[in-house]
């Protein structure tokens, strides 16, 4: 049983014993000048003033002793009050038996159970080792056997009696003052405990951010911790709260809670527990929301209010809403722009069939095609890249001809690279026949790159390297174009970004293309577009992409997804031509385009310009098919198609006819929300003239019976 004063537990177990010395030392001194006033007044009373000095003599000096010290404790340091502590102890120790057997012969069993607690109530618990509190509880017995032997009341005519009680009080003495020491020990390591928790929860606050004051009902700061006490600067609460305005509030208020610290002091009123958010306010450019709750602070009612600093966030969440606006324009506007833009095209290609055109008329509809169809190419970088901002991009796997892929590639370059100086070359190792992949954004990305490729380069070569190995495929296009300076790269993968010397030299573009490149290479699994470049010797462009290869034997059973239904055609005009099929649509232009590309197949056609009339419509004839546009005002084609089907089990119609989708949005949610609404297919805006006169045709000869399921 010992501790060392060095350790915590011994420092707080010297300041306990410390502490209970004062205390009990000053109770002892109080009480001895009590008593010993008693004792002298009743001697007085009974005996005389002038009588008895033997018996007033000792109450005099132990009340002047006890009333002189009592005011020179306070002023001593802690080893001194020890010292004299013991001291005086002791001193009490040895007068006791001495008064009882000298003076007091009468009052021995008082004096010896006074003795006793002395010895317990005021030595015990200041030792903290075994062997002192041994000695200590020996010495007690030794002191009143001495005085007793002494003065012939304590006799050995028994010495087993004497010895064995003896020995009894002193192990009682021991194992007393032993259970006074283990309580002070748990007390410490309690406190230590206590002082830990405190120290880590304190370490905690301090740690965090957020500024945490406790006010309370007086307004005054009990507590802050340090991002709170330099938000202060050594304000009062009222005045510092009184600088900040409100930037967002959660709750309706009225005029007088418009302050801050006006609603902080109303929280007062409300039950323990409660909680409050006071919204937002800001103070220097810096937006800080605070919440506040009603708790008891050392037994006092106050409130703990938590500061936190949300100008990051706030600006975060006004560029996300700003982004998501964004991307809903650039959506909204880039479907309204593919639509007229599709009727253009569609009448050019009508035309362009015709025999009637002169050489000149031919070469003005050929530019005319190919400006819309570069427009297309724009508006899809646009909604490309709204839906890779909105997170709505999706990538559609399948197995699919690499060689043929790369080959397709190539062919639409070259044609633009007719009347220059540029040779376009294919260099690969041993591909594999099919892989497993997303074939159109993998061309997509090829065909930005050989473009930009195209663009800036004015003779030399373009070269595209592909390899294959251990499931990655590598894509390189290599060209001796102009070339770009190493710290311009960077502005390469901008948004809406341009290189000042590419600018000058090609104008045309929005700045997209390798921009949708580089992300789309991330969404398939790669780590982007590397660029390696030379100003005046060209540039190498190539991204690695995870890759699944498999054999010819795998896919056999795979369906392919444009699979032709072969049948004659004169059969097949002889089918179509006595059906009639329901077009659709909101814009004029887009009606005249579609009747004007059946009517040369025989397929007579009738209009609807929203889905109410297409309802109408359907309750009055029976149509073989039905194309419906998506966005429509009155009635859109989705909620049209439910109608439709809504009329079948309600037996209006008798008959539904195949519903084919035309939409200019692209996204997976769109084909989902055509397939939910009961649609059978769906032609994206634009659609090549081949395309739609197959699927009409397949899905017209499917609802007639000659197509099975």
Same mark, same amino acid.
């Given at each position: 049983m010992y501790f060392d004063r060095t350790t915590e537990e011994g420092k707080i177990l010297e300041t306990i014993r410390v502490h209970s010395a004062y205390k009990r030392l000053t109770i002892g001194m109080w009480s001895a000048i009590i008593l010993s006033s008693i004792h002298l007044a009743l001697e007085i009373a009974f005996n005389g003033v002038f009588t008895n000095f033997k018996g007033k003599f000792p109450m005099i000096f132990v009340l002047g002793y006890n009333y002189y010290f009592i005011g020179k404790i306070c002023q001593q340091s802690k080893q001194v009050t020890m010292v004299f502590y013991m001291i005086v102890t002791e001193l009490a120790q040895i007068v006791s038996p001495c008064l009882a057997f000298t003076y007091y012969p009468d009052s021995l069993i008082p004096?010896?159970?006074?003795?006793?607690?002395?010895?317990?109530?005021?030595? =015990?618990?200041?030792?903290?080792?075994?062997?002192?509190?041994?000695?200590?509880?020996?010495?007690?017995?030794?002191?009143?056997?001495?005085f007793g032997y002494y003065y012939g009341m304590v006799t050995f005519s028994d010495p087993f009696i004497f010895i064995i009680g003896n020995s009894a009080v002193c192990i009682f003495y021991f194992m007393?003052?032993?259970?006074?020491?283990?309580?002070?020990?748990?007390?410490?390591?309690?406190?230590?405990?206590?002082?830990?928790?405190?120290?880590?929860?304190?370490?905690?606050?301090?740690a965090i951010s957020d500024s945490i004051i406790v006010l309370n009902q007086d307004n005054e700061v009990v507590f802050a911790n340090t991002p709170a006490k330099d938000l202060l600067s050594n304000k009062a609460p009222e005045?510092?709260?009184?600088?900040?305005?409100?930037?967002?509030?959660?709750?309706?208020?009225?005029?007088?809670? /418009?302050?801050?610290?006006?609603?902080?002091?109303?929280?007062?009123?409300? =039950?323990?527990?409660?909680?409050?958010?006071?919204?937002?306010?800001?103070?220097?450019? /810096?937006?800080?929301?605070?919440?506040?709750?009603?708790?008891?602070?050392?037994?006092?009612?106050?409130?703990i209010l938590c500061g936190r600093n949300v100008t990051h966030l706030v600006k975060m969440e006004k560029e996300s809403v700003e982004n998501q606006y964004k991307s809903a324009l650039l959506r909204t506007v880039s479907h309204e722009l593919r639509t007229p833009t599709t009727a253009v095209i569609s009448i050019t290609q009508i035309i362009e069939s015709s025999n009637e055109l002169s050489k000149e008329n031919a070469e003005r509809l050929d530019v005319i095609k190919n400006s819309?169809?570069?427009?297309?190419?724009?508006?899809?970088?646009?909604?490309?890249?709204?839906?890779?901002?909105?997170?709505?991009?999706?990538?559609?796997?399948?197995?699919?001809?690499?060689?043929?892929?790369?080959?397709?590639?190539?062919?639409?370059?070259?044609?633009q690279l007719k009347e220059r100086n540029i040779s376009l070359e294919l260099v690969s190792n041993e591909l594999p026949e099919t892989i497993y992949s997303d074939p159109y954004r993998i061309k997509q990305i090829i065909l930005n790159l050989l473009s930009n490729a195209r663009k800036f380069t004015m003779n030399g070569s373009i070269v595209l390297e592909a390899f294959y190995s251990c499931n990655t495929l590598r894509i390189k296009c290599i060209d001796t174009g102009i070339g770009i300076s190493e710290e311009k790269i960077p502005l390469l993968f901008k948004q809406f970004g341009k290189v000042e010397d590419s600018f000058n030299l090609n104008p045309?573009?929005?700045?997209?293309?390798?921009?949708?490149?580089?992300?789309?290479?991330?969404?398939?699994?790669?780590?982007?577009?590397?660029?390696?470049?030379?100003?005046?010797?060209?540039?190498?462009?190539?991204?690695?992409?995870?890759?699944q290869n498999t054999s010819n034997s795998a896919i056999l059973d795979i369906a392919e997804e444009n699979t032709k239904i072969t049948i004659p055609s004169i059969c097949t005009k002889t089918i179509l031509s006595k059906n009639e099929i329901l077009i659709v649509d909101d814009t004029y232009f887009n009606i005249i385009a579609l009747v004007s590309i059946l009517k040369t197949e025989g397929i007579l056609c009738t209009?609807?310009?929203?889905?109410?009339?297409?309802?109408?419509?359907?309750?009055?004839?029976?149509?073989?098919c039905i194309l419906m546009d998506c966005e429509m005002p009155v009635l859109d084609g989705w909620e049209?198609?439910?109608?439709?089907? /809504?009329?079948?089990?309600?037996?209006?119609?008798?008959?539904?006819?195949?519903?084919?989708?035309? *939409?200019?949005?692209? *996204?997976?949610?769109?084909?989902?929300?055509c397939n939910q609404s009961g649609m059978d297919d769906i032609i994206m805006k634009p659609c090549p003239t081949e395309i739609l006169l197959s699927k009409l045709k397949y899905w017209m000869l499917k609802g007639q019976g000659y197509i099975n399921s």
């Open positions: 004096c010896a159970q006074l003795s006793a607690l002395l010895f317990v109530f005021y030595q =015990s618990f200041m030792f903290t080792n075994t062997k002192i509190l041994a000695f200590f509880s020996v010495k007690q017995i030794v002191i009143w056997g001495v007393t003052n032993y259970c006074e020491y283990l309580k002070d020990v748990h007390l410490c390591k309690s406190k230590l405990k206590v002082q830990g928790m405190h120290k880590n929860i304190l370490a905690i606050v301090e005045d510092f709260f009184k600088e900040f305005k409100y930037y967002r509030k959660y709750i309706q208020m009225n005029i007088l809670q /418009e302050k801050l610290f006006d609603r902080i002091k109303e929280l007062f009123t409300g =039950s323990l527990g409660e909680e409050m958010n006071f919204g937002i306010v800001f103070k220097d450019d /810096e937006l800080i929301e605070w919440r506040g709750k009603l708790i008891e602070w050392d037994n006092m009612l106050s409130i819309c169809t570069y427009q297309l190419c724009l508006i899809n970088d646009l909604l490309d890249y709204a839906q890779i901002l909105s997170g709505c991009l999706k990538i559609s796997k399948t197995f699919f001809n690499i060689n043929q892929l790369l080959l397709d590639c190539l062919k639409i370059i070259s044609i045309q573009g929005v700045g997209l293309g390798l921009v949708i490149s580089n992300m789309l290479v991330k969404e398939l699994g790669g780590e982007g577009i590397i660029v390696n470049s030379e100003v005046g010797k060209g540039s190498c462009f190539f991204f690695v992409l995870p890759i209009y609807a310009f929203n889905g109410q009339d297409a309802l109408n419509k359907v309750k009055e004839k029976h149509f073989s049209t198609t439910t109608k439709i089907h /809504e009329l079948f089990e309600n037996k209006e119609i008798n008959f539904i006819p195949p519903i084919i989708a035309c *939409t200019a949005h692209t *996204t997976e949610v769109i084909k989902a929300k």
